[in-house]
């Protein structure tokens, strides 16, 4: 299997995961607010209000999806219409507002329809239960051979020591990410795929590690501040790095501070 074919499933399995635990938070939330109205407690009518669920289930596409599913954003953005509408019902016209997101909804499936790898999660549930034949066993896929991190408001760091490293998605906003790779090791090609809006991140590799970015910035910047970058021809370990950095940094360096 190719290192993008592991990278998209491994990131595609801690994304399920990651959906499970929002989705089980919001009923753990939304079972104590119950509770607490029956026991007397007041609890504001707008909690109950249709537009909170729907903005619950836009939560869970995006914090599944580390927030690149526009899906997500329609749901959050018709929810908090609806509640607007709910304080100020003079304001807002609920049913322009959901009209607009119906037509931006169809354009999105006209869109992806014409994606050849719209189908790409479904591939991916069909060979969950092969990963033998995708030369992927349970004990390879660990927690230390792919990192899946994610720093909102704070900040995070991962030291690597895997000899069978994978790859890493990293999401960042407004906090600061560390990935410390100078023990990981792979055999020729890994990926690391951020989100950087508003943080920084920081990755630190071995220094004969080549770096290969394909990240887009925008109003933001991408630094290799290794001392020493190896040359085409002594290439042994490529890692690719992808995503987006928006207002916010990416600094690549070969030592740690």
Avoid at 93 to 120: D, E, T, W
Avoid at 188 to 198: E, G, P, S, Y
Avoid at 201 to 219: C, H, K, L, M, N
Wanted: glycine residues 10%; contains cysteine.
């Amino acid at each position: 299997m190719a290192p993008e074919e592991q990278h998209d499933f491994l990131s595609w399995e801690r994304g399920r995961l990651r959906g499970k635990m929002m989705m089980g938070a919001l009923i753990i939330f939304f079972g104590v607010v119950f509770l607490l109205r029956e026991l007397g407690f007041h609890i504001p009518r707008t909690i109950f209000h249709p537009s909170t669920f729907i903005i619950a289930i836009g939560l869970i596409i995006l914090v599944k999806h580390k927030f690149r599913r526009v899906m997500g954003y329609l749901l959050v953005g018709i929810g908090l219409s609806l509640k607007l509408h709910f304080f100020f019902p003079e304001m807002i016209n609920p049913k322009v507002v959901i009209s607009i997101f119906v037509i931006i909804f169809g354009l999105i499936m006209v869109v992806k329809a014409r994606n050849p790898n719209s189908n790409r999660p479904n591939k991916w549930e069909r060979m969950r239960g092969s990963k033998g034949m995708m030369g992927l066993t349970d004990e390879e896929i660990s927690s230390e051979d792919f990192v899946d991190a994610v720093s909102v408001f704070g900040g995070v760091k991962r030291m690597v020591t895997s000899k069978k490293f994978k790859g890493a998605d990293l999401f960042t906003v407004f906090g600061g990410m560390e990935l410390n790779l100078l023990q990981a090791d792979f055999e020729t090609k890994a990926i690391v795929d951020m989100t950087t809006v508003f943080g920084g991140t920081e990755i630190i590799v071995p220094a004969d590690w080549q770096v290969r970015s394909e990240v887009v910035t925008i109003f933001g910047g991408l630094e290799d501040n290794r001392s020493q970058i190896p040359m085409d021809g002594d290439i042994q370990k490529v890692l690719v790095l992808k995503g987006t950095c928006i207002f916010g940094g990416v600094e690549i360096k070969s030592f740690s501070a």
